[in-house]
């Protein structure tokens, strides 16, 4: 099926939401970059457009590819993203004390970001082809094992938000897949009862963070001032916002990453509660045409791409918006072609782009 026949096949509902987020999040981008880019002189909208461009272009060849063979290179796939990561450790860039980007080829690229289409990628493969065993605990236990080697590498960059997010879209899959609910639960369990020993483990930063997001004001010049100033910038919005490129907070540079990990602050500062119901309702449209491309699917390995998309994607948004406004702690999710980067663009249009081959290809299975 070549990339202009498949245009009739193609879940056109899906790609008008897409379409519609990425203009959202271009603009959001310029807005939150704006006195950066005049300071710096980087143009972070120029660069943004140039990745959801090619984002774009990734998502309509792969609604083209027949999913089931992309699925068939998983291990392959999975095999170079780990090289990747283990190479970061020898060759890595170092951003704010952490080392996740890599040059490769003159462009710079997040790894880990890749690595989650890859885990869906694998587990779409593992879970779909062992559908005999899905009673027995290796069902579940060896594809944990094989998130765990990604996570692990991520985790060490150090990348915690990240890296956790690989257990519950690891899990969520195997629910979908049919593995026993029994077993998951009793991993879950385990985890919880390992969580206390985990903050040995973390580094000083990552403690200060999970301590102010207890309580904010414990340092609010410091390692609380960034959640404070995301929710002055969205209470401030009311319901209408001040406008674009209007936001005090945005403009006058109170917020720190607000290109990145707080744009949503952004949005609800400029556009108000108004512009974040209709984000919201634009990601809950995405999610439903992502639900019925999966329900609808005859086969295995298509609905557990599908199902892998929506978990990594819904924990993204899920995540970022409750940090934004202060519901969870910090951990650098980034929020779905709204946030600025390029590795991260292309890998959630990469991932839309492969629910959008089961949906294009649901005839031939």
């Known amino acids: 099926m070549n990339i202009l026949r498949v245009l009739k096949y193609l879940d056109w509902f899906l790609l008008v939401g897409v379409l519609l987020l990425s203009v959202i999040g271009t603009m959001a981008v310029y807005s939150a970059s704006y006195q950066l880019s005049a300071a710096s002189g980087i143009l972070y909208f120029k660069r943004q457009v140039i990745w959801m461009v090619a984002g774009l272009l990734l998502f309509l060849i792969l609604s083209a590819v027949d999913y089931r063979k992309v699925v068939a290179h998983a291990y392959f796939l999975a095999g170079c993203t780990t090289f990747l990561l283990v190479a970061i450790v020898i060759l890595g860039e170092t951003r704010f004390g952490a080392r996740r980007w890599i040059q490769i080829g003159g462009f710079t690229v997040q790894p880990s970001e890749f690595a989650k289409i890859t885990l869906i990628l694998m587990l779409a493969r593992f879970l779909s082809v062992k559908v005999d065993r899905r009673r027995r605990w290796s069902y579940i236990l060896l594809p944990c094992l094989m998130a765990a080697i990604p996570a692990l ?163 993204h948004v899920g995540i970022n918006i409750g940090m934004a406004a202060g519901l969870l702690p910090a951990t650098g999710l980034p929020l779905p072609l709204i946030s600025y980067g390029g590795s991260v663009t292309i890998t959630f249009l990469i991932i839309l782009g492969l629910c959008e081959s089961v949906y294009a290809h649901r005839y031939y299975y």
């Open 153 to 315: 590498l991520i985790l060490k960059q150090p990348d915690l938000g990240t890296a956790l997010i690989f257990l519950p879209v690891t899990l969520g899959v195997i629910f979908v897949a049919g593995g026993r609910l029994k077993y998951i639960l009793i991993i879950l369990l385990i985890l919880a009862l390992l969580a206390p020993a985990f903050w040995f483990f973390l580094k000083d930063y990552q403690k200060t963070r999970l301590l102010v997001f207890i309580n904010p004001d414990l340092d609010p010049s410091g390692a609380g001032y960034t959640i404070l100033q995301s929710k002055i910038a969205i209470g401030s919005g009311g319901i209408w916002g001040k406008g674009w490129l209007a936001g005090t907070q945005n403009m006058l540079s109170f917020l720190p990453e607000r290109q990145t990990d707080f744009i949503f602050s952004v949005v609800a500062e400029e556009w108000g509660f108004a512009g974040c119901l209709l984000v919201l309702a634009i990601y809950a449209f995405i999610f439903l045409r992502l639900f019925i491309i999966g329900w609808k699917c005859r086969e295995m390995t298509g609905k557990l791409l599908v199902a892998g998309g929506i978990l990594v994607l819904a924990g």
